[in-house]
């Protein structure tokens, strides 16, 4: 556990609500899974197990399209 809270800051902390939407957000733009860990000062497998747990949905290409459809959804409900 040190190891990895040496490694990334924020392994092992909890992730807040803001974390998750700026999460969803950054992806939905386009940012890269090494992206992601160097803004959220988490690994690999932490970023990409919070994805799965806020989507209900298996890490892959598809995804994208299922972010860019939930950022639309926020964008559009914003804008009412």
Request: hydrophobic share 40%.
């Amino acid at each position: 556990m040190a190891q990895q809270k040496a490694m990334y800051a924020n392994a092992y902390e909890r992730w807040t609500d803001e974390d998750d939407q700026r999460l969803l957000y950054l992806y939905s733009q386009g940012k890269k899974i090494s992206e992601l860990m160097q803004i959220f000062a988490r690994n690999k497998g932490a970023i990409k197990s919070r994805i799965l747990k806020l989507t209900g949905k298996k890490f892959t290409i598809k995804y994208k399209a299922i972010i860019i459809e939930y950022r639309n959804l926020v964008t559009d409900s914003l804008c009412q």
